[in-house]
């Protein structure tokens, strides 16, 4: 008989024999290497850390010593050893090589310690890791399945692109293999090949499917992952799969309905981890398709309505399936039931289940509102958790709530909440309480009676839009003026230094409409106190004096002072006295204001009633239509000009091409016009000589937005420079320019103005009157440069209200070197004689910045307009 029928090989054994003898001499010649435990023990007995790097890096001396001298008898004690170091964050870069060598090994023990070395210390970065492709090829064809598992796992966790192509046919042979132990490391591995090569999905596609049909959860869970990982990649795999619907669903009720298996049972329930993959693959599937929702409904039904929630088992399956019912297209019912799930994760002693609660609420309140507000109250007593997480969660929904039906209720928790509020809370809740009630508000009483109340409440915390929003309100609410400012002349007097921008909204309404409260009937029902200007003067007194008050609140309070100095019938010396201690302030802001606030009582005594007479009502600007991008902020819109009754024609010149200035230039003509006495304004603008008067209409309209087009009128264009038009009357050429001048020669020359003079910049008039048309005056605008810097990108634009007609030609450059000078003609139609007025802006380049102002110009004399 042939031994080898028995299993026994002589040349096999005899190697085998060889083999140990030759390891049994190496023991005995070469010392034993210290084991991995001792090690460990060694390094924990470390006091400081320079003694662990000590005894580190003598082990690895060791180490690189035994892999020199081809040390194949302790190299896996040794690569044992050195993954442990490398777990502690030294460098083990050099047993890369030996860990190949392991890999190579025919015995399972050194594959083991190989492969995990390779996974630890390679990566697809690295050229080393290719040289083991041969051997992963090798040992997925193995016979033994705890080899195959090795090689599976160490490609999923190291394989490069190159690597996945080259290994994938194996990789998806294994999928089909009749080890249900292989095919679940299989499918994994092809998860991770898939997520690095996405083209090689389609390789993976007939076994894929077929893993449903396992028996094996394992294998299962594997493929369901797979193919969740598929569908989020590609789309067309994304609607292949969309047959696999029932089957999901046929699997999903199982688990529910099955009794106590011990193999797969978490706290009562049926393996909870195969559930949540498989909803949430179903809400892959079930997303913008309302065929494959109607399939899933029952199901997602059952399991929101069977799943234990005692446990933290059944909470994770319901939130899987809460998002489930609010991605799929699902029934109006079945999201009521979803929402009615987190409210009650809301009533949870977990406040991990309260936020993920407040969470998903936050994302679904815009898909059911009138569902989510039924757990209103809820929601608000979150605000009161000692939780700052869920805090600020609860605060967020809490705004998504607000409507017009609960906006009262809402805004007195949320007050209650802002005034116990930690700092960290204030500024975001007392900006969110504003726009609020800015969109919300019942009255106008009522929204000033919230401003006032976040004031109080927010304290320093407060946001600039707060204070800026206020004032507009209280700017625009001329009715309830007289109650506001007396309301906040009680906050004031009660102020404690601590609420800054209630101070400064307080000074600039009462500085505005101090009259009405030392002067106008009482709001005040219950207990009426009348207020004098003694009492007005302290408290400003006590402000201005006072350290704990920041600059711009003083600012604010020196401002409003000076405008009480007209709003008074008396008390102006007290007034004055108070500002001129301001004129040697340390502070240099201070100290500008109460120099230049001071001559208002001096030199300019007449201007002073002119200069600080009450604002007109400020308008939240909004854009003209849906397609202007260039909204306004509140309190952009310019102010009227002073005593216009009707609207103001401007024109405007300009030397940059319309449309890369177009929401610029749209912005800054409104704020110029200044929307006198709330009128339509008649705008016209010069555009590029090149381009047709076609042209030019449309770039109007484009201009004006929504402005009413009925008064729109477009001034005719000089294609000539005007600095060879002459405007002496010692010369008698003919003004030909595309008839806008007339042909007559200029007479009665008229005194030159200063109509601008700032930064080293001067703008001079000259004015002319044409003989035969006596309401028609050209004005020849001069720009000098009074800088050593040249002046760039040199913008002039004018206003003047509608009674006038205004008309501009091109100006000589916008380029003004030093000591040189920029002209340009402006003509202006006088028919009714009426005191002539205009507005002024410039904006130009010097010195690397961007400057812009404007100025308004009253001093034109009575021979230029009688």
């Known amino acids: 008989m042939n031994p080898s029928d028995h299993g026994f090989n002589p040349a096999f054994n005899m190697a085998a024999i060889k083999q140990v003898i030759n390891e049994a001499v190496e023991r005995v010649r070469m010392p034993t290497p210290m084991r991995l435990r001792d090690l460990i023990r060694q390094i924990r007995a470390a006091r400081t850390a320079a003694e662990e790097r000590a005894v580190i890096n003598k082990e690895c001396a060791y180490i690189r010593s035994t892999f020199r001298e081809e040390d194949s008898v302790w190299r896996c004690r040794n690569i044992a050893k050195l993954l442990y170091i490398h777990m502690l964050g030294y460098p083990a870069h050099f047993g890369q090589l030996e860990c190949l060598k392991l890999i190579a090994s025919p015995r399972f023990t050194d594959k083991r310690i190989g492969y995990l070395g390779a996974m ?70 092809a998860f991770r090949i898939i997520h690095k090569v996405p083209e090689l999905m389609e390789i993976f596609l007939p076994a894929t499917r077929s893993l449903l049909s396992e028996k094996n959860h394992g294998v299962l869970i594997t493929g369901v992952t797979l193919i969740t990982e598929m569908c989020e990649n590609s789309l067309d795999t994304l609607n292949h799969f969309k047959k696999i619907v029932p089957n999901l669903v046929r699997i999903l009720k199982n688990l529910i309905l099955a009794g106590y298996s011990p193999e797969h049972d978490v706290s009562g329930v049926s393996d909870p981890f195969l559930q949540v993959k498989i909803l949430c693959l179903l809400r892959i599937l079930g997303k913008n398709d309302a065929e494959a929702s109607e399939a899933m409904n029952d199901i997602l039904a059952q399991v929101a309505t069977n799943t234990e929630t005692s446990k933290n088992v059944g909470n994770t399956i319901l939130y899987e399936t809460v998002l489930s019912i609010m991605d799929i297209k699902s029934e109006s019912g ?41 757990h209103r109250s809820t929601i608000l007593e979150c605000l009161k958790d000692p939780d700052v997480s869920i805090r600020r969660r609860a605060l967020e929904l809490s705004f998504a709530l607000v409507n017009s039906n609960n906006i009262r209720t809402m805004m007195k928790e949320l007050l209650v909440f802002l005034e116990k509020a930690d700092p960290e809370f204030k500024a975001q809740c007392s900006s969110s309480i504003v726009l609020a009630a800015e969109r919300f508000a019942p009255n106008k009483r009522w929204h000033l009676d919230t401003l006032l109340k976040v004031l109080v409440a927010a304290g320093n915390y407060v946001r600039d839009d707060v204070v800026s929003c206020t004032i507009q309100l209280v700017s625009e609410s001329t009715s309830q003026q007289g109650y506001i400012v007396e309301q906040l002349w009680h906050a004031l007097e009660r102020d404690t230094m601590d609420r800054q921008p209630l101070t400064q909204v307080a000074t600039w309404c009462i500085g505005e409409y101090g009259d009405l409260l030392i002067y106008g009937p009482s709001t005040s029902e ?11 003067i302290a408290v400003y007194q006590r402000l201005l004096w006072s350290t704990q008050n920041t600059i711009i609140t003083k600012q604010y309070t020196l401002l409003s002072l000076t405008k009480l100095s007209t709003r008074f019938q008396a008390g102006n010396d007290k007034i004055r006295q108070i500002i001129d201690t301001f004129g040697s302030h340390l502070h240099i802001e201070l100290q500008q204001r109460g120099v230049e606030f001071s001559q208002l009582f001096r030199k300019y005594e007449h201007m002073r009633p002119a200069l600080l007479e009450r604002m007109p009502p400020m308008e939240t600007a909004r854009p003209a239509d849906a397609n202007n991008t260039a909204a306004l902020t509140n309190g952009e819109t310019s102010e009227d000009l002073d005593a216009v009754g009707d609207e103001g024609n401007l024109l405007v010149d300009g030397t940059k091409e319309f449309r890369e200035s ?16 709330n009128a339509e304004s008649d705008i016209t603008r010069q555009t590029e000589t090149s381009k047709p008067a076609s042209t030019d209409n449309q770039d109007l309209l484009d201009l004006l937005g929504g402005l009413d087009l009925n008064s729109i009128t477009s001034a005719p264009v000089a294609p000539q420079n005007n600095s060879n038009i002459l405007l002496n009357t010692n010369q008698s050429s003919n003004f030909l320019v595309d008839g806008l001048l007339n042909s007559e020669p200029v007479i009665n020359h008229l005194p030159s103005i200063t109509a601008y003079e700032k930064n080293g910049l001067k703008i001079v008039f000259s004015l002319e009157r044409l003989p035969e048309n006596p309401n028609t005056t ?81 001093n034109f004399p009575p021979e230029s307009w009688q």
């Open 334 to 374: 079945l999201r009521v039931l979803a929402i009615n799930i987190l409210g009650r994760f809301l009533l949870n002693n977990d406040k991990n289940i309260r936020y993920v609660a407040l969470n998903t609420l936050l994302k679904t309140v815009y898909i059911d509102t009138s569902a989510v507000q039924r």
């Open 120 to 189: 630890l210390l390679l990566d697809e970065r690295q050229d080393v890791h290719l040289l083991i492709t041969n051997c992963l090829k090798n040992d997925l064809n193995s016979s033994t399945q705890f080899v195959v598992g090795l090689a599976l796992c160490t490609l999923g966790a190291i394989a490069s692109p190159e690597m996945s192509r080259d290994l994938a046919s194996e990789v998806e042979r294994l999928m089909k293999s009749p080890n249900a132990y292989i095919r679940k490391k299989a499918a994994l591995c």
């Open 526 to 536: 219950d207990n009426p106190i009348r207020v004098s200007e003694d009492d007005v």
């Open 662 to 677: 177009e929401t610029q230039d749209s912005n800054a003509l409104l704020v110029l016009l200044g929307g006198a006495d």
């Open 778 to 858: 050209v004005i020849r605008m001069s720009a000098m440069n009074e800088t050593l810097n040249p002046i760039t990108e040199f913008l002039f634009q004018a206003a003047v209200p509608k009674t006038f007609q205004l008309q501009m030609l091109s100006p000589s450059g916008t380029v003004i070197a030093p000591a040189d000078q920029v002209t340009q003609v402006l003509r202006i139609t006088n028919p009714n004689k009426t005191a002539l007025r205009m507005r002024i802006r410039v904006s130009y380049s010097a010195g690397g910045t961007t400057l812009q102002d404007q100025a308004e110009v009253n």
